[in-house]
């Protein structure tokens, strides 16, 4: 099963910031958060990662709780072209080989 | 530099034939796994393997096998189809590291009528 949980899925206003959650509450202390997004049936692509820190790209900002239970993941400015299925996952090379299942993930759909 | 690369991108198989999905990397990862995405789910891990010649199963190996005998390449076999094996293929690498992403190939779309 799936170690993370989201919403099935979100709206968000072109130019709007948009916030996807994700519940990891039983992630262990050497577990990454990662976040894909797919468009379409292409394969997943990579937007951003954390241990326990925020962190920021040029896609996107990571915000994980103190308590490393749920993060959350902003992209500042919305546009169409984010409309995608979007994936928390958490996994970790030293002690699982960066083993990992996919859940259901949240559909984002970036209204005009 | 290419990336993940799959074939084919589309087959369709009888039930009981079999074949072999193609992936390939030009990354130098060392880490490779397949995952297989049915229609609006969200993707399962079939094998992975963290080196050449070391494979091991994932979540539903069922049906499938694999091979490394290359750091580039991570065949999936599959040798008699069956309708529940309709499904996306992915392949993926990393290099195994604590702060390494994924990186997906553009999968491979499977149907067994």
């Known amino acids: 099963d799936a170690k993370t949980t989201q919403p099935p899925s979100m709206d968000c206003a072109e130019g709007r910031a948009a916030n996807l959650p994700c519940n990891h509450s039983t992630i262990s202390g050497n577990e990454y958060v990662y976040w894909y997004r797919q468009i379409h049936s292409q394969g997943p692509q990579y937007i951003i990662h954390g241990l326990k820190n925020n962190e920021t790209n040029e896609m996107a900002s990571l915000i994980i709780t103190e308590d490393r239970k749920s993060s959350t993941l902003i992209l500042p400015h919305a546009t169409l072209r984010d409309t995608a299925v979007y994936y928390c996952i958490v996994l970790s090379y030293n002690t699982n080989a960066g083993k990992s299942t996919f859940g259901d993930g949240t559909t984002l759909t970036v209204k005009p | 530099n290419a990336g993940v690369t799959q074939t084919p991108k589309f087959r369709i198989l009888k039930i009981g034939q079999s074949m072999t999905l193609q992936c390939t990397q030009d990354m130098n990862h060392n880490y490779m796994y397949w995952y297989r995405q049915d229609p609006g789910m969200g993707l399962k891990l079939i094998y992975y393997?963290?080196?050449?010649?070391?494979?091991d199963k994932g979540e539903v190996p069922n049906g499938y096998n694999v091979s490394r005998s290359t750091t580039e390449d991570f065949p999936l076999r599959l040798e008699l189809a069956a309708p529940s094996q309709t499904s996306v293929y992915f392949c993926a690498s990393s290099t195994g590291t604590a702060n390494s992403p994924l990186h997906f190939g553009n999968g491979t779309r499977l149907t067994v009528t």
């Open positions: 393997s963290v080196g050449a010649g070391i494979t």
